[in-house]
């Protein structure tokens, strides 16, 4: 198994441009998340995903939008860049969101810079 | 709202015994749980309380107290490759909820 993959691990952009990050996972998980790391604020939980089909906002929404077509796939797309959203974006899924333990595995991050 | 305090950083000697707290507050709870973060990487589980009490694994353990809103993580016998970042979780369900909210981390330095 690959786990949680993230493409691209790089990505600059300008103010105003659009992009999508990617994630996908071959674990077969239910729950699919994704979060936002900046220096000093911990982790921040953007969207998340119980199913194909089903997404809700998390901490900090604004900007971005998701969509779960498949239980594979939970792309993350950035509308119109803006500075703000310089950060380091990580992806993680969870086998049953109903597991109390609900242990995330997480992807290996993409570093984005908006100039 | 949600929040997790944490403290920022802590640093310790190799072999010593180091306790890293985290309070909440949140408007459900249904577990904590603990996550190291190299620098550069991707964070992993490492503890998850659902109930009152101490959970050990090998050398971490985690301890939780809901009537307090507070837990700990305790690494033991630490050794340089311990240096890391720290965040504790707090699993945020209810309703239409379903979060996992982390909080801002403890940077760990394990000197010599």
């Known amino acids: 198994n690959a786990g949680v993959t993230q493409t691209p691990k790089f990505q600059v952009l300008k103010t105003g441009q659009s992009m999508t990050l990617q994630c996908a996972q071959d674990?077969?998980?239910?729950?699919m998340s994704w979060y936002r790391q900046d220096p000093g604020m911990g982790l921040r939980l953007i969207h998340y995903s119980v199913g194909a089909g089903i997404t809700d906002q998390g901490e900090v929404p604004n900007g971005y939008n998701v969509s779960r077509s498949t239980t594979e796939d939970f792309p993350l797309r950035l509308l119109s860049a803006a500075p703000s959203q310089t950060s380091v974006y990580f992806c993680?899924?969870?086998?049953?969101?109903?597991?109390?333990?609900?242990?995330?595995?997480f992807g290996p991050g993409t570093r984005l810079t908006v100039l | 709202g949600q929040s997790l305090e944490q403290p920022s950083e802590v640093t310790a000697v190799e072999g010593a015994i180091v306790q890293i707290n985290c309070t909440y507050q949140?408007?459900?709870?249904?577990?904590l749980s603990w996550y190291q973060q190299h620098d550069g990487g991707a964070p992993t589980f490492l503890s998850y309380?659902?109930?009152?009490g101490l959970e050990e694994t090998g050398r971490f353990s985690s301890f939780l107290s809901r009537s307090d809103s507070y837990g700990y993580l305790l690494l033991q016998e630490l050794q340089m490759k311990d240096s890391a970042s720290y965040f504790c979780a707090v699993r945020d369900y209810g309703g239409a909820t379903n979060k996992l909210i982390f909080g801002t981390g403890t940077l760990l330095a394990v000197q010599p």
């Open positions: 949140t408007s459900g709870f249904y577990g």
């Open positions: 993680a899924s969870t086998l049953d969101q109903r597991s109390a333990r609900n242990e995330q595995f």
């Open positions: 309380n659902g109930l009152d």
């Open positions: 674990m077969n998980h239910e729950y």
